[in-house]
């Protein structure tokens, strides 16, 4: 069993709000953190997917009504939309009897549609917590490389070797293009949209060309916002947007799109073993994503990530707005002598961030310049984590 590092925070929000929602993919470790919490505590879970779980809810009310002494688990609670409006209900009975906080617990692996139809509901009600497969904080930083070709999926990264690992995020993969996916709209081949998945992650850490992405699968431009927008909704792909701010520069507008999960871009393009990724063209922008998800994984609540791009070269891969903290300039490096380039002191000089950071593959932390510190990533991870 591996610690995580939410589920403190999950607990104390739980002392706050009625309701709390954590948004993951699939298998990201949700049902084993709420399994934990409920061992805290009195706590009933229910399972949308068991059609046993879903009969005792055809009268939602007059059920989990009997059950108001407990933290009630839901989880893919996207599966029953219009159960957001009986737990406005039971909220408020709550509150009149007593009771305001820690009523219920809710599970969701398409994030958008749980914040659109819970937002509509449980406005003030409730708050969101996203659980990111695991990062180099909560394995060690002695398992990162393993970390980084497996991905934080737990049955993945736990898997006894290489192959098995592997084997897990194809049929991973094949159980959300054949299954999962079809559930939550308009069917699209999986074939296809298995392309698409490749293809981004041919191109992660890129700008995102949506016409070139549209001619290598002959379709249009609307198609393709459509296919990014249901995994970036899935949390399986992060759009990164550009950082805008009044620069007088001319700054890029289109986002980099990663494959949120290294092991799931891995197997996307057959990548199998450490000797093949470190050989592969895509490794070092396979490293920049994973250092990106993991410094996002561990920073405070309501930082809001971005990159910067100007028009004349000026470039840092990284921007964290943390409140509070200011901006925080990050440089991913795959090599052990990092030596950044002009247009990260150029982008410096524009930005004046509060801190400047170069993430690199070695352990060794250590001053570049009087701004500009070269670090790890479990170390700037640790940083980010430990600020209130």
Do not use: C
């Amino acid at each position: 069993m591996i610690d995580r590092r939410k589920q403190q925070y999950i607990q104390d929000l739980l002392g706050q709000f009625p309701a709390v929602a954590i948004l993951g993919p699939r298998q990201a470790g949700k049902t084993t953190l709420a399994g934990m919490i409920a061992e805290t505590r009195s706590a009933l879970y229910l399972d949308l997917e068991s059609p046993a779980d879903r009969n005792k809810l055809i009268d939602p009310e007059l059920y989990l009504a009997g059950h108001r002494d407990k933290l009630v688990i839901i989880d893919e609670v996207q599966r029953l939309p219009a159960l957001f409006e009986v737990l406005r209900s039971l909220i408020d009975q709550g509150r009149r009897a007593g009771r305001g906080a820690g009523q219920f617990l809710l599970l969701g692996s398409a994030s958008i549609d749980l914040m659109r139809q819970s937002g509509e509901s449980l406005a003030g009600r409730i708050a969101y917590v996203e659980l990111a497969p695991l990062h180099v904080l909560e394995v060690g930083p002695d398992e990162q490389e393993k970390l980084w070709l497996r991905g934080g999926f737990p049955d993945s990264f736990l898997a006894v070797d290489d192959r098995w690992s592997f084997v897990w995020r194809e049929n991973f993969i094949r159980t959300y293009l054949e299954r999962d996916i079809p559930l939550l709209g308009p069917r699209i081949p999986a074939e296809t949209l298995r392309r698409f998945w490749t293809m981004l992650a041919h191109g992660q850490a890129t700008l995102l060309n949506a016409a070139q992405l549209a001619r290598g699968l002959a379709v249009d431009g609307k198609t393709v916002a459509r296919y990014l927008d249901l995994l970036v909704d899935l949390l399986l792909v992060r759009r990164l947007m550009p950082w805008h701010a009044n620069t007088k520069k001319r700054l890029v507008k289109a986002p980099k799109v990663f494959i949120r999960d290294s092991g799931v871009a891995h197997t996307l393009l057959g990548i199998g073993d450490r000797e093949t990724l470190l050989g592969h063209p895509v490794a070092g922008m396979s490293w920049e994503s994973f250092v990106l998800e993991t410094l996002i994984a561990a920073a405070p609540e309501r930082t809001v990530p971005s990159f910067y791009r100007t028009a004349a070269g000026a470039e840092i891969d990284l921007l964290l707005d943390i409140p509070g903290h200011g901006l925080w300039a990050v440089e991913i490096k795959r090599s052990l002598a990092p030596r950044p380039e002009k247009g990260f002191y150029h982008a410096r000089a524009d930005l004046q961030p509060a801190h400047s950071y170069i993430v690199y593959a070695g352990e060794e932390g250590y001053p570049l310049s009087a701004e500009v510190e070269v670090i790890s990533p479990a170390a700037l991870a640790g940083i980010l984590a430990a600020i209130k």
